[in-house]
């Protein structure tokens, strides 16, 4: 076929007529039958469409993709709150109303193309603005229709919704803190005094290996938050680096954790479960590994976990002495859980952001880090050096403003931050012999 020219004209039964120069007299378009006219050597394809049937066959694939989208996989998670419950409402009355009166103007729009065309000897119309009562109220009309649906039948449910969002602490049974740390949550309880970091637990191997994964891959973390169920929960949100979002779909949340403020939400869950998220903020190269696992209880089973993790904390207290073997094997799994996404498993870091853990490795990055570095010992010549055990501590404590290299002070215990210290000053080619005591940490958080 060449040189091609199609030109479309609807007859009053919907004849399809199309022009086509080409080579043959007799062919197929669209697999129906095609004909020349003997009259206008045009090629003619009889459909039969008529306007009803276009309008209605409109509607039924709408409604047909809108019953198979109900089954997708991109749907809201089952509502398990009643802010999830009032969001998942109000986004299908929305989305209601869009669909009947998009089906409405479409089908108002396919009827006037073909009903109103030159074909049946209609003539565009000249005027610009309405000048008749009946043409005054078509104009007005669609104008207030849509200011009551939108402020009435979407304004009142969508107000509700933010009213019922915004209420945190009325009956409000219990308070957690969630802040976000590059790249991990912290939990605190603070009424029952329980505190502890989730990090995800999928192992860097697994990550790197293409290994086939299930549907909880990156959704899995070590230590999950639990509530009860049944009782309003009041959630306070912060962070500590960097704007994270603390967004979980069957609760409907998915709030804002913002350095230096604090922010609210709160919760209500129906029924046990495991309910999984994830933070919902770019926020570095570890943002896709910050998932959230909420394990929620009875009642009854919320209050045993409280008493079995009171007393795991007060015993984690009480350690102040440990053997260099145990700190040596529990300070290498904190390392691996903590550290290893910036100093790298191998503890040789990444050039210009994270320094390495083995001394007397070069390390190229800014002045104003290496000058920090410097500072409390740990960087000499061009290369990283062993630093004192007490600024070592200090830096695992309180973190180097101005770095990427957080505190610890809030997420790790006496023993986490002692074995972790000791691990990394005596391997990746470090001999130092040091070994830090829980006691030494505790003394060192005073001062």
């Known amino acids: 076929m060449s040189n091609t020219k199609i030109a479309h004209a609807l007859r009053p039964v919907a004849l399809v007529t199309v022009r086509v120069t080409c080579d043959s007299k007799v062919g197929f378009l669209g697999g129906q039958g095609v004909k020349r006219s003997p009259r206008s050597g045009l090629l003619e394809v009889k459909n039969m469409v008529k306007p009803k049937q276009v309008i209605l066959g409109s509607a039924a694939l709408m409604l047909i993709s809108g019953a198979a989208q109900a089954h997708n996989p991109f749907e809201f998670q089952t509502p398990v709150t009643p802010i999830a419950r009032e969001t998942l409402y109000v986004h299908d009355l929305f989305l209601t109303i869009a669909g009947i009166l998009f089906t409405i103007g479409f089908g108002f729009l396919l009827f006037a193309v073909i009903h109103y065309r030159r074909g049946r000897g209609h003539t565009p119309a000249t005027f610009t603005a309405p000048r008749t009562p009946l043409q005054w109220a078509l104009s007005a009309l669609p104008i207030l229709t849509l200011m009551f649906i939108d402020y009435i039948v979407m304004g009142i449910p969508a107000y509700h919704a933010v009213l019922s969002l915004a209420d945190t602490r009325n009956d409000a049974a219990l308070v957690i803190k969630v802040t976000g740390s590059q790249w991990r949550w912290h939990y605190d309880y603070p009424d029952q005094g329980i505190s502890f970091v989730s990090n995800l637990s999928t192992s860097e191997a697994q990550r790197d290996s293409g290994a086939p994964t299930d549907s909880n891959y990156l959704l899995e973390v070590d230590k999950p938050l639990v509530l009860p169920v049944g009782e309003k929960v009041r959630v306070l949100l912060t962070s500590t680096d960097v704007i994270h979002a603390w967004w979980i779909p069957s609760f409907g949340i998915k709030q804002d954790a913002v350095p230096g403020f604090l922010r609210e939400t709160w919760v209500k869950i129906d029924k046990p479960g495991v309910y999984r998220g994830q933070c919902a903020e770019l926020c570095g190269v570890g943002h ?141 080619g470090n001999h130092t012999g040091d070994v830090v005591q829980p006691s030494t940490v505790k003394a060192a958080r005073g001062k």
């Open 288 to 428: 896709a590994y910050m998932p959230i696992v909420v394990e929620a209880k009875s009642q009854d089973d919320f209050k045993k976990w409280v008493a079995d993790a009171q007393a795991s904390a007060a015993q984690a207290a009480a350690v102040t002495t440990l053997s260099k073997e145990d700190l040596l094997k529990h300070g290498q799994q904190t390392y691996t859980t903590y550290c290893a996404l910036c100093h790298q498993p191998t503890g040789l870091g990444l050039p210009g952001a994270f320094p390495p853990i083995a001394a007397g490795k070069p390390f190229a990055a800014p002045p104003t880090m290496t000058d920090l570095l410097a500072q409390r010992g740990f960087f000499k010549n061009g290369l990283i050096a062993e630093g004192p055990v007490d600024q070592h501590i200090q830096i695992v404590l309180k973190g180097i403003p101005g770095t990427p290299m957080p505190n610890f002070d809030g997420q790790l215990n006496d023993a986490d931050i002692a074995a972790v210290i000791t691990f990394e000053r005596n391997s990746f």
